[in-house]
């Protein structure tokens, strides 16, 4: 087989065995085949009209719901390619070319509820996110974060208040809602409830809510009782109004809450590190079991993340043009 090339391109262009791999691009572009990771709206774009996709049946779902048709362009993988689960959001893959090339997209480096960690293969070449990819970036035990949410939310309730648990509508607020949906009365805002949906009618067991809350908060009864929503800043007005007319309880969930600061930042009363990406470690972990002689790194700390593997000793590279503001990486 042909050595891999790797460009930029509208995103990453992987050129591996005779074929040219456009990887979550942000664009139409001509090549064998678009990959689609996921359905989060960084890594997923109306395909060029004769684009071959390779995306599962759970992405092509959450991306019609998002507004982008993959459908009709979606195909088979060809021969010696293969989609391994990469545990970040429903339905989200790496890219696998045996033996050669691991593209992770988006990965997940532990068990969250329903969701597994990423899995990987040894690749000669491996293309990783390193969103976090920096060492104050160590997300605590999940369990630990649940008995103190678990916590949280009991001292709230029993002072009357009620509490709105806020992530990514996309993937987070499903891990959320099936954490903490034993809690009575349990609501969900129209942008979660969409997307569990979709989780549900994919075989995910999420407890249907008793309220689905719309943005003008109608019929929103006083406390306690528990909503997943999404991220809310403190002058967004449906939050304001959550405080002064519920005197609701506001906690973030973020993989940047491992910094004190982010909660304060947001405004929420309480910040929880639980992430649907790698933290440090688990992102270095990643990088040994694929065990690459070349590493791409792309989203986030590239440049940190490629001197720490270079320290290592692998050969790796931060691939630079493909950034954006830290707020794009749900
Ligand atoms: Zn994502």
């Known amino acids: 087989m042909s050595k891999t090339r790797v460009s930029l391109g509208h995103g990453i262009v992987a050129e591996c065995g005779g074929l040219t791999f456009a990887l979550d691009p942000d664009a139409p572009v001509r090549s064998d085949y678009t990959f689609v990771s996921h359905a989060h709206l960084d890594h997923v774009d109306k395909p060029h009209p ?191 109004r959550l405080r002064k007319e519920h005197r609701a309880v506001l906690a973030a969930f973020s993989g940047w809450a491992t910094d004190g600061g982010y909660g304060r930042f947001l405004g929420a009363d309480y910040s929880f590190a639980v992430s649907d990406h790698c933290d440090y470690p688990e992102l270095l972990q990643l990088v040994r079991e694929v065990s690459p002689e070349e590493v791409y790194t792309t989203h986030g700390f590239t440049k940190e993340f490629a001197q720490t593997l270079r320290g290592e000793g692998f050969d790796a590279k931060p691939l630079e043009g493909y950034q954006a503001a830290l707020s794009d990486y749900p």
């Open 50 to 240: 004769k684009a071959k996709v390779l995306a599962t049946p759970e992405t092509v779902l959450l991306a019609r719901a998002r507004g982008i048709e993959l459908e009709g362009n979606v195909r088979d993988p060809p021969e010696g390619v293969a989609l391994l689960d990469s545990g970040h959001i429903l339905g989200a893959r790496a890219l696998y070319v045996e033996d050669e090339l691991l593209y992770t997209g988006d990965a997940a480096g532990r068990e969250r509820a329903f969701m597994p960690r990423c899995r990987t293969k040894k690749a000669r070449v491996l293309i990783t996110e390193t969103t976090f990819g920096d060492p104050r970036y160590v997300f605590p035990p999940l369990e630990e974060t649940v008995r103190r949410v678990n916590e949280m939310i009991g001292r709230s309730f029993d002072k009357g208040r009620p509490v709105v648990l806020m992530g990514y509508p996309l993937g987070k607020s499903q891990v959320l809602s099936h954490l903490f949906s034993s809690w009575t009365p349990f609501f969900v805002h129209e942008s979660v409830g969409q997307m569990n949906d979709i989780y549900r009618d994919r075989g995910v067991p999420l407890k249907r809510e008793a309220m689905r809350v719309g943005r003008g908060l109608d019929g929103l009864p006083q406390g306690p009782w528990l909503m997943v929503a999404p991220m809310m800043g403190a002058k967004n007005r449906a939050a304001q």
